[in-house]
């Protein structure tokens, strides 16, 4: 799942959160983001934006592309990590995968189970809670394992992607599905955050990092980190950790149905979507892209 650019704040900085002998400042930060996704108000509003009924035609294909790239053999298994309320985990299962998805909410796990259950794929995906940080499996445990939207909320992507990589078996297939720095979307949000301070008004703040442009989002009284990754970055990582990126391709073009108004122009955005993802397919330019690596 992916964000919007409303409400933005600035990052925790050190003196909000001082070290101690167990954690350091970016522990505190991941603390800070468990607590505020653990409330049932930021799943639900992920639904309503990122998940409604109009978005289920573009990820049916998307996840059709998937499928094909892996090319799944019967009973081989997937680790859907960070599953949320379920929705692509039974898209995943229904394409002939065995799914086990982990998420650290007991709020998201408690609604995976009824989607699944309303889907009747109960015998073929089976949900646990488990933290990315340190998941709950041995070493080399899945065929596959699949991430969408999740590292961007994750504070400690480094640690994050070693544990999915870890529980990967060799020649496993790693899928990410990340935001892009780099995206048209990306660099008109920045344009317009250079006009505001030209005239003078007051800017959402954002931290360059060797991962991407990081941002705390303002949903009620919590906030979460939301970040637009640097693929470079993410593909050296994998690289140095013996994963051969094999397929690359565009997710959506942009978000922008996130934030306009009425029904009939979000969906002029979903089309827009659609075309990109079917047609221009370019990911550099693309807000999602989705990246699937082979592990050696």
């Known amino acids: 799942?992916?964000?919007?650019?409303?409400?933005?704040?600035?990052?925790?900085?050190?003196?909000?959160?001082?070290?101690?002998?167990?954690?350091?400042?970016?522990?505190?930060?991941?603390?800070?983001?468990?607590?505020?996704?653990?409330?049932?108000?930021?799943?639900?509003?992920?639904?309503?934006?990122?998940?409604?009924?109009?978005?289920?035609?573009?990820?049916?294909?998307?996840?059709?592309r998937i499928i094909q790239t892996l090319a799944p053999m019967p009973g081989e298994t997937l680790l859907d990590a960070g599953c949320g309320y379920g929705f692509h985990a039974v898209r995943l299962a229904r394409r002939?995968?065995?799914?086990?998805?982990?998420?650290?909410?007991?709020?998201?796990?408690?609604?995976?189970?009824?989607?699944?259950?309303?889907?009747?794929?109960?015998?073929?995906?089976?949900v646990?809670?488990?933290?990315?940080?340190?998941?709950?499996?041995?070493?080399?445990?899945?065929?596959?394992?699949?991430?969408?939207?999740?590292?961007?909320?994750?504070?400690?992507?480094?640690?994050?992607?070693?544990?999915?990589?870890?529980?990967?078996?060799?020649?496993?297939k790693l899928v990410l599905m990340e935001n892009n720095a780099s995206s048209l979307h990306v660099q008109m949000k920045s344009l317009a955050r250079l006009v505001k301070r030209r005239l003078g008004r007051p800017g959402k703040q954002r931290a360059l990092t060797p991962w991407g442009c990081e941002e705390w989002e303002l949903k009620g009284t919590h906030r979460f980190l939301v970040r637009a990754s640097n693929i470079d970055s993410l593909v050296r990582f994998c690289a140095d950790r013996r994963l051969q990126l094999t397929d690359r391709f565009a997710g959506q073009f942009t978000e922008l149905y996130a934030t306009l108004p009425g029904r009939?122009?979000?969906?002029?955005?979903?089309?827009l979507n659609?075309?990109?993802f079917k047609s221009v397919r370019r990911p550099a330019l693309a807000l999602g892209n989705i990246l699937v690596f082979q592990k050696k």
């Open 264 to 271: 009939f122009l979000k969906r002029v955005t979903y089309k």
């Open 128 to 172: 646990q809670r488990g933290d990315l940080l340190d998941l709950p499996f041995v070493n080399e445990t899945f065929d596959y394992v699949h991430c969408w939207g999740v590292l961007m909320h994750v504070p400690q992507v480094d640690a994050a992607l070693t544990e999915l990589i870890r529980v990967l078996k060799p020649g496993g």
């Open 96 to 126: 002939g995968v065995q799914v086990t998805g982990v998420d650290f909410s007991e709020v998201a796990l408690r609604r995976s189970a009824a989607t699944i259950e309303q889907a009747g794929l109960s015998g073929r995906i089976r």
């Open 1 to 64: 799942m992916t964000q919007g650019d409303a409400g933005a704040v600035a990052a925790p900085s050190a003196a909000e959160y001082p070290q101690d002998k167990k954690s350091g400042i970016e522990d505190a930060r991941t603390r800070e983001v468990r607590s505020s996704l653990s409330e049932r108000e930021i799943h639900e509003w992920w639904e309503a934006d990122y998940l409604n009924s109009d978005l289920n035609r573009f990820y049916d294909q998307v996840f059709d």
């Open 274 to 276: 659609e075309l990109w």
